[in-house]
């Protein structure tokens, strides 16, 4: 194996170019005239002279390094890292859509505007939410606009006093780190011996003080919470309001909508659940859903429908005001309406069949290999313990690099915190038989490894083009840029 070309870095040659200018065909200024004399280089950048064909075999083959959806399993947990329809992006293409500048008149933009409209309207029905706003472009910035929403309530009440937000011990990170942003107390609730919120911790903790109880459900440990209906009514008798984390709603699509279940407030991943891109730092949204109550605090503006036209309605008083330039990533947002309306109401619920088909199928085949701490049906994903393997020097981060020698995405390590050792794996629906059975041989491989042979373990990964780093040194001494 390896690449026909070596992939090195230093390939300049004097006077080589990769690309040609046409003539100017304007009258030349001298750059003093245009800029400060402090702002004029004194010398050429040292940039590397290569040609075309030597840029495009470099970073062609630095793009076969990457790992993705589109070229092998990535079973990362709480993520759903679910494959990218090609059409999402033939849509997303149009030139109605890719050429359109977000600050044209209203009466030009009436298909962009329709679309966010008729979205916005799925998105509530799929949630069970009376309205939803498309700005927020990540689910972080979801749970901030969804946690201002709620302070924003609860201070048009009189009630200042609700400073406090619930967390379970076994929430994303994100959760405590949005109620801090927004000047929030968090208070963390515990789990019980099902891997679920326990009802006693939650009724000690519930008071005067508390704004909101931020839920995933199902949880990161994959387990739907079978007590959600007496949490909700526990949070709202005290006064509180319930937010739902849509980073795992690819369970639940077309079975279980948040709205009916008690949640006053629901975040969504479309770059999740909905097949937008994930990764690499973006694009993402993170649409916020609300109940009828809470319409009034959503961010402006709204898009509006008023016979047959749409506009952009800024005249509202009580919102929390922007928390997006714009309208939020339109982008993101054209690829979410594509699969929504390519699958419709039959095929989203599809999706959270086989998800969770696939889910308890490797749970199934890989328990007693592996340590599991809640034994029972799981939803979209799960969470294995590497405890076993611990016992023979193998740690859960040396099986998730043995994985790469295998050709598969290490899944999530080491979260949710309360599981020692965790491994969380969500195999999405997208996946087939064939590749799961092939994951499942893989981590039984490593079982055994761990067991017979435990040093090829822990020196792994063996087959890619750099061996296992020293992420320590990494993250302490970054190198970010390219020096010649």
């Known amino acids: 194996m390896g690449h026909p070309i070596p992939l090195i870095f230093e390939r300049s040659v004097p006077g080589r170019t990769g690309y040609s200018l046409p003539e100017c065909d304007v009258p030349e200024v001298p750059v003093q005239q245009l800029l400060p004399a402090g702002q004029i280089r004194q010398e ?14 470099h970073y062609v083959n630095l793009s076969s390094l990457n790992h993705s959806v589109d070229t092998g399993f990535y079973p990362l947990g709480s993520c759903t890292m679910k494959y990218n329809p090609k059409v999402n992006e033939t849509a997303t293409r149009l030139p109605g859509f890719a050429r359109l500048h977000p600050l044209v008149p209203e009466r030009c ?3 962009a ?5 008729n979205l916005e309207q799925y998105l509530a029905e799929i949630t069970g939410m009376d309205a939803v706003s498309l700005q927020p472009v990540a689910g972080a910035h979801g749970e901030y606009t969804g946690l201002k929403i709620i302070a924003a309530y609860h201070k048009a009440r009189g009630d200042h006093k609700r ?4 967390v379970p011990d076994s929430a994303h990170g994100t959760n405590p780190a949005s109620a ?3 000047g929030m107390k968090i208070v963390e609730v515990k789990s019980d011996c099902h891997g679920c919120v326990c009802l006693e911790d939650l009724k000690a903790k519930v008071d005067d003080t508390v704004a909101a109880l931020m839920l995933t459900n199902p949880n990161t440990l994959g387990l739907f919470d079978i007590n959600i209906a007496e949490i909700a009514e526990i949070v709202h008798n005290a006064g509180g309001l319930l937010y739902y984390d849509g980073a795992n709603a690819n369970a639940i699509l077309g079975k279980v909508r948040p709205g009916d279940t008690g949640f006053d407030v629901v975040h969504l991943n479309l770059h999740k659940t909905f097949s937008t891109p994930h990764g690499g730092g973006g ?3 993170g ?3 609300v109940k009828a109550q809470l319409i009034p605090y959503l961010p402006a503006p709204r898009v509006v429908k008023e016979g047959d036209q749409y506009r952009l309605d800024y005249n509202l008083p009580d919102s929390i005001g922007k928390v997006h330039s714009f309208y939020g990533n339109f982008g993101v947002n054209v690829r979410a309406y594509t699969y929504i309306r390519m699958m419709g109401g039959e095929g989203l619920e599809r999706v959270s069949e086989d998800a969770v088909l696939n889910a308890n199928y490797l749970q199934a085949r890989l328990k007693g290999h592996y340590h599991l701490e809640y034994d029972r049906l799981c939803m979209h994903e799960f969470v294995l313990s590497g405890k076993l393997q611990k016992a023979h020097g193998v740690r859960t981060l040396d099986i998730a690099k043995r994985l790469l020698d295998f050709g598969v995405h290490p899944p999530t390590i080491y979260f949710p915190l309360i599981i020692d050792e965790a491994i969380m794996i969500e195999p999405t629906e997208t996946e087939g038989k064939e590749t799961l059975d092939y994951f499942i041989d893989v981590m039984l491989q490593i079982a055994r490894e761990a067991k017979e042979d435990p040093e090829n373990v822990t020196q792994a990964p063996h087959t890619t083009p750099v061996s296992r780093l020293d992420e320590v040194g990494a993250a302490r001494n970054p190198v970010l840029r390219w020096q010649p």
Do not use: K
Not at 113 to 117: D, G, I, K, P, V
Not at 163 to 166: E, P
């Open 287 to 289: 649409p916020v859903g």
């Open 180 to 182: 801090a942003m927004v």
């Open 44 to 57: 050429a950048p040292r940039l590397p002279q290569v040609s075309e064909g030597d840029v495009i075999r």
């Open 283 to 285: 694009p993402g949204s």
């Open 109 to 111: 933009a009436q298909g």
């Open 163 to 166: 400073t406090t937000v619930l």
């Open 113 to 117: 505007l329709e679309l966010m409209y």
